[in-house]
């Protein structure tokens, strides 16, 4: 069979498996039951369950990144970009967890973690500078450094990610969320625009 069928047939397995029962659950046992498969044809692409495990959360992450990207270019405005970014890019909105809603123990939940600062925050990054750029372009957005915004958002996107994925008690979390994201959308001049007002209320 071709390398990358092969690698695909092994994924696809293994992310059946999984959705059938948990991450913890699945054995590489049970991936060449599955598919009839001898163990060097798993480790021929595969050197553990981890490595697979880990690849199809990249799997996921990338997709997220590729819905992200298409819905801040459909947006009407760069403010809607804007606020589709924290929505789409939180497990705890409208995000959709793919592998995660199977992972159970804690030191996977802090491997996807793991993967996700690896995989998705730079990219994502480049996307809300564009976001930041076409709202300053068109006078939605005041004119104002770029990097502090974005480091203002990867500090409450990563917060929002491992309180939702570890499920962590909130405490103070809520409060210095608000906090920062009326940083953000005050130092844009977008603070009183009634859509994000309204986004406000609803974190």
């Not at 403010?79 to 159970?104: M, P, T, Y």
């Amino acid at each position: 069979m071709d390398p990358q069928k092969r690698r695909g047939q092994i994924l696809g397995a293994a992310r059946s498996l999984i959705f059938s029962s948990t991450a913890e659950g699945v054995r590489v046992e049970d991936i060449l039951q599955e598919l009839s498969l001898s163990k060097g044809g798993f480790y021929h692409h595969f050197a553990s369950m981890e490595d697979v495990l880990a690849t199809l959360v990249t799997e996921d992450l990338a997709g997220l990144l590729d819905t992200l990207t298409r819905k801040a270019r459909e947006s009407r405005s760069a403010v809607e970009a804007l606020l589709c970014l924290f929505d789409f890019g939180s497990d705890e909105k409208e995000g959709e967890s793919g592998i995660l809603q199977a992972i159970e123990s804690r030191p996977l939940k802090l491997r996807y973690l793991e993967i996700l600062e690896l995989v998705l925050y730079d990219p994502l990054d480049e996307l809300l500078h564009s976001v930041l750029i076409r709202g300053m372009d068109s006078g939605d957005f005041a004119l104002v450094p770029v990097q502090g915004l974005a480091s203002i958002f990867r500090a409450v996107n990563r917060q929002l990610n491992r309180q939702a994925i570890l499920q962590e008690e909130v405490g103070e979390i809520p409060m210095v969320r608000q906090m920062a994201l009326r940083m953000l959308f005050r130092e844009l001049q977008i603070i009183h625009q009634p859509e994000v007002e309204e986004f406000l209320a609803s974190w």
